[in-house]
């Protein structure tokens, strides 16, 4: 709070105060009133039954933890753990971590070029090739991945005929489809949060480990990787928690059996109509995501400052 | 052992720019070598070349024998100081002078027993835990010399590496370098645009403009007997006086000014023929001022205006309608200085003062 109120106070010594109220009172309003309120809100309703309308506020609306009690036990009354929606928690959670890790490994080299390799012309190719897919909306995008890694789609197509497999693979069953498009989504993120960080480093570290002898594999260990981390961090972040947030491309893209974490979220929300517990579900998505990111920014030591930067 | 560069005919052209233009010359194992030149005359471009960043457009680079077309610069026994030292900033000191070693998979205990040596030479004992932007700048700049001779290289490149210091670091910092060259025994090849770096340090200097080399020569030969009117003023200050030749006797010849005859060395003992246009160069310090009448070179001037700089003092003179520069060392007592009327006769001995030819073609 203390550097809210030194930051307008520059703030409006240099743009005038009019401009400082407004920013201060546009920050306030959308941290207050568009994340605060309803999270708190939401958390309120995790806690409370899911009564009948005329039942709020009566006295049995009081606050209980049955809904995340029935999140871990289910129906069993304490005595087996509720393995389908904590399996689904958990594989949610694996598969947001393969996706980061596969954009962290392709974005990672394309940051690279584009901060040091390419140049002006090839530079922007690469821009306007990475920015043209999000001119695409979201849905449509799932759907044209249904179609490329359907039993007829163009992957199996070229694949039957080049006769590189003879019997259709099921894309859609395996996830890849799935992956590929969440990977897809969400690529530009960890692009430009790594190209951000990348780009500060100075080219002459480069040349000068190698000329000390290094190899491209170690110039990358030693100097690059370092440099990068932050950006790493901050794009995985971001491309973690929005995947595990993710409902339409699960929707479409993931296979039958597959449930992904949100959508049991949605269910509670819509199909049941039980408000209570889809805000409990919420809360455990939230509170166990943001767990597991500050953990790994514990392992590999990133600071949140480094993060903003 | 210590090992010969050698540029063979080497031009380097980007597009249809070229910014080496046949540069051949030997670099003697364990000399101080420069290349002094104004910023943009190919002489860091020529460096990268011998570092193996850049390739040869034509000719060959050779280093102790061997011809080094398609090594790498990881490859090449020479290690490149650059001019922003490019220090890792992540790594502490010691890691820092280490990667070399690190690089070929020396142990962790022997890289750090090497590491203390190296900052034991370059008087910076006890920082090798401290990072990097702790240090002072001459500090860093020690820094990279020692990371630089971690690697062991046969030859150390630097590429105007004191130009980011301030005047008395940079000047400490001279005899500093030329100490540790002398004390590893190693090639130094210097990059720079300040000519006092390239003439107190070196052994021998060559003069580059617009990718021309255009005089090889030991630093004293550079300043005394410039080879081209481009040396003669981009080296040290000069007075620039043109004219044509009137007669020569010997190497001594005589030219026809607006200032009247003056008499001067005709570079490199070449033969000038009467009416032919030079310009003859002679420096401010050899400027003196006449209380009797001088025997040759006589000029008659006006003084103009004059600054102190402590153990010298300029006079600006005007003669013939040239200006003229002076430098007058300050213990030197001058009658003519007292008086009043700014009217003063100056000369120089005919021996210090180097007549060029004015056409290019001819010069070199």
Known sequence: ?309 | MTKDVVLDHVSIRFGGYTAVENAHLTIRGGEFFSFLGPSGCGKTTLLRCISGFVQPSAGRVLIGGEDMRNVGPNKRPTALIFQNLALFPLLTVAENIAFPLEVRRVGRKQRRKRADELLEMIALPGTGDKKVHELSGGQKQRVAIARALAAEPDILLLDEPLSALDLKLRQHMRTELRAIQQRVGLTFIYITHDQGEALTMSDQVAVMNAGVIEQIDNPETIYNRPRTPFVASFVGESNAIHGVVLSQTGRLATLDTPLGPLTGQAAGGRTYLPKERCTLFVRPEQLFIADTPPEVNTIKAKRVNEEFEGSIRTLYLQAGGEALRLYHMNAAVSAALASGDGAVTVSFKPEQATILPDDPALSG
């Open chain 1, 1 to 309: 709070m203390t550097s809210l109120a030194r930051f307008s106070r520059d703030f409006s010594s240099r743009h005038g105060t009019g401009a400082a109220s407004f920013v201060v009172a546009a920050v306030l309003f959308w941290i207050v009133f568009l994340i605060l309120l309803p999270q708190l809100a939401m958390l309120d309703v995790s806690f409370r039954h899911n009564l009948p309308r005329p039942e709020v506020g009566g006295p049995r609306d009081v606050h209980t933890l049955d809904n995340y009690r029935y999140f871990l036990f289910g129906n069993s009354g304490g005595a087996a753990l509720n393995a389908l929606d904590i399996g689904v928690l958990t594989k949610t959670l694996v598969a947001a971590v393969l996706v980061t890790v596969l954009d962290i490994l392709l974005c990672y080299p394309i940051a690279f070029i584009l901060a040091h390799s390419a140049s002006g012309a090839g530079a922007r190719l690469m821009v306007i090739g990475l920015i043209v897919p999000f001119w695409i909306n979201d849905i449509l995008r799932a759907f044209a991945f249904r179609i490329l890694f359907g039993a007829t789609g163009v992957i199996n197509g070229v694949g039957l005929s080049l006769g590189l497999w003879d019997q259709p693979i099921d894309f859609i069953r395996a996830d890849v489809a799935l992956y590929a498009g969440l990977a897809y989504t969400y690529v530009l993120l960890m692009v430009f949060s790594i190209y951000n960080a990348v780009e500060t480093l100075d080219r002459n570290q480069i040349e000068a480990a190698r000329d000390m002898g290094a190899s491209w594999w170690r110039v990358h260990w030693r100097i690059v990787l370092p440099v990068a981390k932050p950006g790493i961090a901050s794009g995985a972040t971001m491309v973690f928690m929005l995947t595990a947030g993710a409902l339409a491309a699960p929707q479409i893209l993931g296979g039958p059996s597959n449930l992904w974490f949100t959508q049991l979220i949605y269910q509670w929300f819509n199909d049941a109509g039980d408000w209570a517990r889809g805000s409990a579900y919420a809360t455990i998505l939230l509170v166990v995501c943001l767990a597991f990111v500050f953990l790994m920014m514990r392992i590999f030591r990133v600071s949140i400052g480094a993060i903003g930067r």
